[in-house]
Each structure stands twice: as C-alpha cells, then as structure tokens.
C-alpha cells in the first residue's frame, strides 16, 4: 500500500482545494490558471512546454489556462526568437497584481494547516520536500 503517497495526496487535496474554490469564485480563476500565474510570478519568458514541467500538468490543460490568462489581459505572449513555434510568456501588472493577492491565501492556509509542527519540525519538512522535488528528473515526465 502507498500509505504515504496516499496521505501527502490527501493533505494536498485538504490543502488546494478551499483555496482553489475561493479563488474560483472571487476571482474567476481555476486551478491551472493559479498555478500558471504563479509559475510566472517567479520565472518570466516561461514557455507552454516549461510550465507543464513545472505544474506537472498535460499540455491541452496549461494551453487552456493561457488562453484564457491572455483573454484575460493577465499575461502576454511574445515571439521566442530562439524557437518561432514557441511563445515566451510574462505576466502583466494586473496579472502581477492578482498574484500579489491570490498568493496570501496559500500562505495563509500553509501557516494554519502547518501549525501542528515545531519550527524544526517544519524545516526538516521543507528539506524533505525540497530532496524530493530534486529527484524530480527519475520521476516525472509531461503526459
């Protein structure tokens, strides 16, 4: 049994989801596309490719929430001239501006489902996490 791979989902899901319910009905915004304003929060000029990398997430899902992100006058898409077939996106200053807000919620969350743990506690977590996501490339591939 994947007894831990089962409770990070279930923390994760506890975690994401009122966050995800509130953001969509304050703001309009679904899941890919938080996670796409947050992936450019952080890293600029990201492409499609990259952010499914980062998000883990399947190419037709991300297209949409760009799509929709650009709709919404939230990001922009410039030509890469590195690759002619691939767009280089940025966020704009509304864009940046609804990131500044819509982030405090996961902060928010984290420090209150969090609060069970003691500061070392919580940094050994972090490590934990962190030597787990480096270990990324054995793992994880776009679907």
Known sequence: VARDAYRMSLWSNFF???IYKQLQKKHGLVRDEVNTLFCLAHVSDLNQRDICLVMGRPKNSVSRAISRLIERDLIEARSDPGDG????LR??????KLYAT?????????????????????EQLGDLLTKLMD??????ELY
């Open 91 to 96: 966020l704009k200053p509304e864009g940046r």
């Open 102 to 122: 819509t982030s405090r919620l996961f902060v928010e969350r984290e420090a209150t489902m969090l609060s069970a743990l003691t500061d070392g506690e919580r």
């Open 16 to 18: 994401n989801g009122p």
């Open 135 to 140: 270990a990324h490339k054995d793992w994880s």
């Open 85 to 88: 077939r691939r767009a280089k």
